[in-house]
């Protein structure tokens, strides 16, 4: 069954400083891939996706991963977060179009002045 | 361009009580997809609806069904409620090709 990881619970990072969210999954194939955000009381909201090519794709909000097969990861990272970043972050893989979501369990970014 | 819509935004129901949320897909979708998320968790999958038919069903039971309207709009239903049914009931839409899902606000509920 596929599974997605997310180790870090909580992140604290200053603001202006940089910012990787780790994930992890656990699948036969490369799945497409999703990291989604969710500020307190929201639905979700799609930072970016990758599908298949160029292996760094660019999101929304400054946003970018990197897909790493050889490390079945798929990181999420930002140069310089703003204090408007602060929400929880969900990593997602879908094994094929149209198939359902798994998600892994957030990683609560808080950030500091 | 009004993206996916969900209603109600919040409910409160006892246990045994039967509740129906609904969801409205981003124009153009024609496919909703349903999502369990427990506080503090990620969702949870529940099941997909695709041409008014079921497609996909997640580890649910019996007791969560849903039915898709000839306007692509959705229904969760469930019934015999229990306390562990309380949390965010999340909708998402995806047409076309079907790999990008796009979410509502969500409909919280809270059985006591």
């Known amino acids: 069954a596929q599974s997605v990881t997310q180790p870090d619970i909580h992140i604290t990072v200053s603001e202006g400083a940089s910012l990787e969210l780790r994930c992890n999954y656990s699948?036969?194939?490369?799945?497409?891939l999703f990291w989604y955000v969710q500020s307190p009381g929201q639905g979700l909201q799609l930072l970016l996706k990758?599908?298949?090519?160029?292996?760094l794709v660019q999101g929304i909000k400054g946003f970018e991963a990197e897909f790493k097969r050889s490390q079945s990861s798929f990181n999420l990272r930002k140069p310089s977060v703003h204090w408007s970043d602060a929400a929880e972050y969900f990593c997602?893989?879908?094994?094929?179009?149209?198939?359902?979501?798994?998600f892994g369990t957030g990683t609560r970014l808080l950030v500091s002045p | 361009d009004a993206g996916v819509t969900q209603s109600p935004t919040h409910l409160i129901k006892t246990r045994g009580q039967q509740v129906t949320l609904r969801c409205s897909p981003k124009?153009?979708?024609?496919?909703v997809s349903w999502y369990q998320q427990a506080l503090g968790q990620g969702p949870q999958f529940i099941f997909q609806?695709?041409?008014?038919?079921?497609?996909q069903r997640g580890n649910f039971p019996d007791r969560f069904s849903g039915h898709q309207f000839p306007n692509y709009s959705s229904e969760l239903n469930v019934n015999a409620l229990l306390l562990g049914d309380s949390a965010l009931y999340l909708c998402?839409?995806?047409?076309?090709?079907?790999?990008?899902?796009?979410f509502g606000p969500g409909t919280r509920l809270l059985v006591l």
């Open positions: 699948y036969g194939a490369t799945p497409y």
């Open positions: 998402a839409s995806s047409g076309g090709r079907g790999e990008t899902q796009y």
């Open positions: 990758y599908f298949s090519g160029d292996t």
């Open positions: 609806y695709y041409e008014e038919e079921e497609r």
């Open positions: 997602a893989v879908a094994p094929l179009s149209f198939q359902k979501l798994v």
């Open positions: 124009s153009g979708h024609d496919t």
